[in-house]
């Protein structure tokens, strides 16, 4: 529910037409995923629902290596084309990793890039290099452009983790109120994180 909430809130605030749900292939900064990703795909599907705003794709996970945001990012212009904007949603603790992405430098050719303040991680104090990107890209609001600025958006608190709630699956305790009932469902079914 917090990626929905995160979702949505860049939505509204940054009046998007939708958001692209695009599920980690084979993330390069991590070591395997212990679940497949088939099943995070269909996770994914349940959670977008029948929300219009709300798209899910599969383009990374089709890939066989490692996945990188800038492979997918020039996929998505291939894709559309030079016009239209884009815009990489993060939360506050990728913006602060941002230095260690592959090719990071390069993203702003591609996307705007839009952040929100994720739970205990803050907007400031951010790394050196960060705050010289925000000192070039950095605007009030997204500008005219397919790409090029870096803005900031606001969502309600969830004071929730992905791991969290990985953990508490695996304790056997059941984490409704932050797991959709279809997602929660289709992880008790398949047996997923430990249940």
């Known amino acids: 529910m917090g990626h929905l909430a995160l979702a949505r809130s860049a939505l ?8 692209l749900l695009v599920p980690t292939g084979r993330p390069w900064q991590k070591p395997e995923l212990e ?12 959670a977008a629902g029948d929300d219009p705003r709300l798209a899910v794709d599969d383009l990374e ?27 990489l949603l993060l939360g506050s603790d990728q913006l602060r990793n941002l230095p260690s992405w592959h090719r990071w430098r390069e993203l702003l050719v591609h996307a705007h890039i839009a952040a929100t303040q994720r739970e205990r991680v803050p907007l400031s104090g951010l790394p ?8 070039q890209h950095g605007r009030d ?4 452009a397919p790409a090029g600025a870096v803005v900031f958006f606001r969502m309600p608190a969830v004071p929730v983790s992905a791991t969290a709630i ?11 109120g932050v ?15 430990g249940t």
Do not use: F, K, N, W
């Not at 997602?183 to 079914?189: A, C, D, H, N, P």
């Open 12 to 19: 509204d605030g940054l009046a998007l037409d939708r958001v």
């Open 35 to 46: 679940t497949p990703a088939h099943h995070r795909l269909a996770m994914v599907r349940l």
């Open 61 to 87: 996970i089709r890939r066989d290596a490692r996945t990188y945001t800038i492979d997918t990012l020039l996929e998505l212009r291939q894709r559309l084309g030079p016009a239209p904007a884009l815009v």
């Open 128 to 135: 050196d290099d960060v705050d010289a990107l925000l000192a």
């Open 141 to 144: 609001a997204l500008p005219d």
């Open 166 to 176: 990985r953990t508490q699956l695996a304790s056997g305790q059941r984490p409704a």
């Open 179 to 193: 797991v959709l009932p279809a997602v929660l469902e289709y992880i008790e079914t398949h047996r997923l994180y």
